[in-house]
């Protein structure tokens, strides 16, 4: 069992950036405005989050490395909780049977902190043979969870994964765009030994402040802002993007649906098909989109981690987003 465990596992978390997006995604569903993420070679090594949200009750932490534990509701009624890619209770299991968790947690109402380690989705008794419960300690309203040895029972997949300068790379850009999308909440990333992070947001910070600490000023002095509803779908679209003159080699989208990072060729290919008439040979467009919509209208099939996403309407809904966009740098290139 444990082995089919891990082989499903594997397929949910491929590599350390896709642990990492699962964990930053729970911490903002726990209300942190403070999420820091700490990384030892690649994530391989470690890869650790720190957030200051609303915590785990201890009572919690003996199951919430079980499959399908969550305490996120998933009601048809309710579109704001219910989970966009039909996907709940796996991360955190997942991620317990490919690495050595520790998880140290504090809710406001609790006078310590309590720490816990997993393995195969199961809490680790404290001294072999006693008991699994999870000892008091120090710490802050928060939680900590660290992942060690990513894969270390997966041979195959570690020696695929043996670039650690690569995987950081990965783990950055899931940082910076999750920090992008999320004004109000400050977020560090920084290799373990180093004392200047590599990302650093504060709570002040709007958006474009973010685009620009991360993309630079060449990105961020060049953006239009885009802003639509669409009651039909329904869609709302949100972001910014890049005006016609903006210069670089290479096409850079950050694309949200309901607040999770993915990944769509098709509304790539469209969008860049939109700027070809504005932009000069060579140069690409920069854009930042978010979109809302129904989540019952959103493929349930896919896993978040595999991140290339589908949805219904697909094509009207890319038609109305390339609309949005073709009026704003038209607008601003009369
Ligand atoms: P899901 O997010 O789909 O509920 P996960 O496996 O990602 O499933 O997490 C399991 C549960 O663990 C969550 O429902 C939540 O109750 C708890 N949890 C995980 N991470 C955190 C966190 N950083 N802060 C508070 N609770 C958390
Ligand atoms: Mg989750």
Partial sequence: EAVVNRIA???????????????????????????????????LKLLQIQDNGHGIRVGDL????????????????DLSTMSTYGFRGEALASVSHIAHVAITTKTKDSNCA???????????????GGAAEPKPCAGNNGTQISAEDLFYNVPTRRKALKNATEEYNRILDVVNRYAIHNEGVSFTCRKVGSNTPDVHTTTSATVV?????????????????????????????????????????????????????????AIRKAIEAVYTTYLPKNTHPWVYLSLEMDPRNVDVNVHPTKREVHFMNEEEVIATICEAI?????????
């Fill in 209 to 265: 402040d973010n685009i620009r600490h991360i993309y630079g000023t060449a990105v961020a002095n060049e953006l239009l802002s885009l802003e639509k509803s669409y009651p039909v779908y329904p869609l709302k679209i949100k972001g910014w993007i890049s005006n016609a003159n903006y210069n670089v080699k290479k096409f850079v989208m950050l694309l949200f649906i309901n607040h999770r990072s993915v990944e769509s060729p």
């Fill in 9 to 43: 596992a594997g397929e949910i978390i491929h590599r350390p950036a896709n642990a990492l997006k699962e964990l930053i995604e729970n911490s903002l569903d726990a209300g942190s405005t403070s999420i820091q993420v700490s990384i030892k070679d690649g994530g």
């Fill in 114 to 128: 309590y720490k816990a380690s997993y393995s195969d989705g199961a809490i680790i008794p404290a001294k072999p």
């Fill in 326 to 334: 073709q009026d704003r740098l038209g607008d601003a290139n009369v």
């Fill in 62 to 77: 003996a199951i919430v490395c079980e499959r399908f534990t969550t305490s996120k509701l998933r009601t048809f009624d």
